[in-house]
C-alpha cells in the first residue's frame, strides 16, 4: 500500500508535474501543479474526495514528480506527457487529428488550390482551418466554378498536352495549355485570395467595374462570365452573413452530464461563422465544467497541428486561464487573449457553443444507452458471463483480385475505437483468394497484438461464411490466441439485411436473430463499418496504382530518366512499342536498362 504519508514529506512545494502509477507500474494520471506538495496532499485527505477521485487513489502504488521553474512550463511537460503515455485517468481527446485547410501554392507561375490537412511545409498560403473536410470540399467546390482555378497535381499539370474534364465542364481555365495568359490568371487567383480573406465586398466591386469596362469595349462574353460570378458572390453573401466585427476566434462552450461531457467549438474567422464541431473527451474523475475546459484547451492546442487565434471565447471562468494564455502564446508565436466574461456578438457566440454542447450531449447519452442495451443483448443471445466490451471485424475489398486490402475496425461500449482501426495491404496470395486474404491480415493483426501492440477483443466478428470463419479459427490457433470468440457474420439466401446468419465458433451453433433484435442491429453496424472501411481504402489504393507509371517500378529508372523517355518517344504508348535498341538511344539509358525497361513493360 502507498505510504502517502511519508511521501508527502519528501515533496517540495515546486512547481511542477506529477505521474501516478499502479503496482504494475503503469501510469494511471498526470497532473501539474502550481504547488506540488498542495497538490498532492489533496488526494490523500480524510473528507471532501469524490468516488472516481477515491477509485483513482486507491490504485496508486508510486508517485513521481518532476519540478518546474513555472507553472506554465508544467502544463506545456503536462501535456506532452499526457499525449505520450495516455493515462487512463486523464482527459483525452479520441480524435486528435490536425484540421484541414485550404492550399493554395505560390511559387508556380500557374497557382493550384487544393485540400490540405497535416505540416504546412509548401510554400503558399493556407486557409482555415474548417471543422471539417465536407466544409472544405464545399468551398473548394465554389472557389473553381466562380473562379475556375486549376486544382490539378503538379505532376499532372507539367505533363498534359490537351485540356482535362475540368475544362470542359468549366471549373478550370486550362493553364496546362496556355488556354489563359498568366496575367488573367494571376487576377483570378488574386480574387480568390480575397473571397477567403473575407473581402467578397472589394471583390464585387472590382467586378462590377471590371464587367462595365468589358461592356464599353463590347466584350460581351468577358462581361456575361464577370456577371456570373458576381451573382455567385452575392448569393453566397446572402447564405453567410457576417456574424458581428471581424477576426479570428474560437469559441468553446462546454456541457456535462451522467459521465459524460461534450465540449463544442465554433470556429469564427473574419468575423464569419466558418463552421463548427464537437468532441466528447472520455474523463474519469468527474470533473465538473470548469475543470473539463481547463484540461481541454491545453490538450486541444498545445504540441498540435492546429492555428490558434487570437481570442478564444469560453462560456466558464478558467481558474488557471493566465496560465492556459501564456502557455498558448509561446507556442503561438503571439498574443492570445482567453476571455469568458463577454458582451453583445461575443456573448451571443458563447451562448451558441454552449446550447450545442448541451444538445449534443443529450443526443450523446441517448446513443450511449442505445449502444449499450444492444452490447446488454449481444451478451444475453452468445449466452457470455461478462458484457464483451470490444468487438473487432476484418473485410475484405478488392475488384477481381486487383489491390486486394483487409480492413479492420474496433467498437467497444462507447462506439467506433477509430484510433485502433487498421487497413492491411494484400501481397502475395492469388487473384481473388478471398480466405489467403483473410488469414494474412488475421495473422498480421494477432501477431501484433500478441506483442503488446494493443488490447485483445472479447469477440471477432468475420464477414463471410463458413470457410472465411474457418481461416479465422486456424490463424488464431497458430499463432496461440485464446479467449477469443469468433463468430462468421453470413449473408443469408436472400442477400438482404436482416437475415444475416451467425455462426458462433464456441458452441459450434447456428443463429438466425430476428430482424428487429438489438444484438444484430450491433453486428450489423460492426459489419457495415468493416465494409465502409475496407472499400475505401481499395479504392485508395487501386486510384493511387492505376495513376501510377508503369516506369515508376523499374529500378534504375528515377524522376529524371522517366522525363526523358517520356520526352523522346512523346508518351507511354510509344515507349511500349519502342525496341530495346531504340530505348537505349536515349540520354542516360544504357543497353542493360533498356533491356530492363522493355522486359518490365511487356511482362518478360
Known amino acids: 500500500m502507498f505510504d502517502s504519508k511519508r511521501f508527502l514529506t519528501t515533496v517540495t512545494r515546486k512547481p511542477g508535474v506529477y505521474q501516478m ?7 494511471l494520471y498526470v497532473g501539474k501543479a502550481k504547488n506540488l506538495r498542495n497538490r498532492l496532499g489533496s488526494y490523500f485527505r480524510a473528507t471532501g474526495l469524490t468516488a472516481k477521485t477515491m477509485a483513482l487513489v486507491e490504485k ?7 519540478v518546474t521553474r513555472s507553472e506554465t512550463e508544467a502544463l506545456v511537460l503536462e501535456q506532452s506527457l499526457i499525449k505520450s503515455q495516455r493515462p487512463p485517468y486523464n482527459v483525452m481527446l479520441k480524435d486528435d487529428k490536425g484540421y484541414p485547410y485550404i492550399f493554395l501554392s505560390s511559387k508556380d507561375t500557374f497557382p493550384r488550390i487544393a485540400f490540405h490537412r497535416g505540416s504546412k511545409r509548401k510554400a503558399g498560403q493556407y486557409y482555415g482551418p474548417f471543422p471539417n473536410a ?5 468551398s473548394l467546390n ?3 466554378k466562380t473562379f475556375r482555378i486549376r486544382s490539378c497535381e503538379d505532376s499532372v499539370f507539367a505533363n498534359r498536352s490537351r485540356p482535362c474534364l475540368q475544362y470542359q465542364i468549366e471549373r478550370c481555365t486550362a493553364p496546362c495549355v496556355e488556354f489563359i495568359s498568366p496575367e488573367d490568371y494571376q487576377a483570378d487567383v488574386r480574387h480568390a485570395e480575397m473571397f477567403l480573406a473575407g473581402k467578397s465586398d472589394s471583390i464585387i466591386r472590382e467586378l462590377a467595374e471590371e464587367m462595365e469596362r468589358a461592356s464599353v469595349a463590347l466584350e460581351f462574353e468577358k462581361a456575361a462570365r464577370l456577371r456570373d460570378q458576381i451573382v455567385a458572390l452575392r448569393r453566397l453573401q446572402s447564405d453567410q452573413v457576417a456574424e458581428g466585427s471581424g477576426g479570428d476566434v474560437d469559441v468553446l462552450g462546454v456541457a456535462t452530464e451522467g459521465g459524460l461531457c461534450c465540449v463544442h467549438v465554433l470556429f469564427i474567422r473574419q468575423g464569419r461563422i466558418l463552421g463548427s464541431r464537437s468532441y466528447y473527451p472520455s474523463e474519469k474523475l468527474g470533473l465538473d465544467a470548469t475543470e473539463l475546459l481547463s484540461a481541454f484547451i491545453p490538450q486541444f492546442y498545445l504540441g498540435a497541428n492546429r492555428e490558434i487565434p487570437r481570442q478564444i471565447l469560453v462560456s466558464e471562468p478558467l481558474e488557471d486561464l493566465e496560465v492556459i494564455a501564456e502557455a498558448l502564446t509561446a507556442q503561438a508565436g503571439k ?17 451558441m457553443a454552449q446550447q450545442a454542447a448541451q444538445q449534443n450531449l443529450q443526443s450523446r447519452t441517448a446513443s450511449q444507452q442505445k449502444l449499450q442495451d444492444r452490447f446488454e443483448h449481444l451478451q444475453k443471445v452468445l449466452r457470455l458471463e461478462e458484457l464483451p466490451e470490444r468487438l473487432e471485424c476484418f473485410d475484405i475489398s478488392h475488384s477481381s483480385g486487383e489491390a486486394t486490402v483487409a480492413s479492420c475496425v474496433v467498437f467497444d461500449t462507447g462506439g467506433p475505437v477509430k484510433s485502433d482501426y487498421r487497413r492491411f495491404n494484400i501481397e502475395g496470395i492469388a487473384a481473388g483468394d478471398d480466405y ?6 488475421l495473422k498480421r493483426r494477432y501477431t501484433r497484438l500478441s506483442s503488446g501492440e494493443g488490447r485483445f477483443p472479447n469477440i471477432l466478428l468475420i464477414d463471410g461464411g463458413k470457410g472465411q470463419v474457418r481461416q479465422a479459427v486456424d490463424t488464431l490457433n497458430e499463432l496461440g490466441v ?3 470468440q469468433i463468430i462468421g457474420v453470413a449473408k443469408g439466401t436472400t442477400r438482404k439485411a436482416g437475415f444475416e446468419t451467425l455462426h458462433v465458433v464456441a458452441d459450434n451453433r447456428e443463429l438466425v436473430l430476428e430482424s428487429d433484435s438489438p444484438a444484430l442491429h450491433l453486428i450489423q453496424q460492426v459489419r457495415d463499418e468493416a465494409h465502409r472501411f475496407a472499400i475505401t481504402g481499395h479504392r485508395q489504393r487501386r486510384d493511387k496504382k492505376r495513376r501510377e507509371s508503369p516506369l515508376e517500378g523499374i529500378p534504375g529508372v528515377g524522376p529524371a530518366r522517366r522525363r526523358a523517355l517520356l520526352h523522346h518517344f512523346g508518351g507511354l504508348q510509344e515507349i511500349r512499342r519502342a525496341s530495346v535498341n531504340e530505348l537505349a538511344i536515349v540520354e542516360g539509358v544504357s543497353r542493360k536498362l533498356a533491356q530492363d525497361i522493355y522486359s518490365a513493360l511487356h511482362n518478360e
Do not use: C, H, P, Y
Not at 60 to 66: K, N, P, Q, Y
Not at 336 to 350: C, D, E, K
Open 21 to 27: 502509477f499502479d503496482a504494475q507500474g503503469k501510469v
Open 60 to 66: 496508486i502504488a508510486d508517485i513521481e514528480v518532476t
Open 134 to 138: 465536407s466544409s472544405v470540399r464545399d
Open 142 to 144: 465554389f472557389l473553381q
Open 335 to 351: 498574443e492570445i487573449q482567453l476571455a469568458s466574461r463577454l458582451r453583445g456578438n461575443r456573448a451571443t457566440w458563447v451562448e
Open 436 to 441: 489467403a486474404a483473410m488469414g494474412q491480415a
Open 482 to 484: 485464446t479467449g477469443v
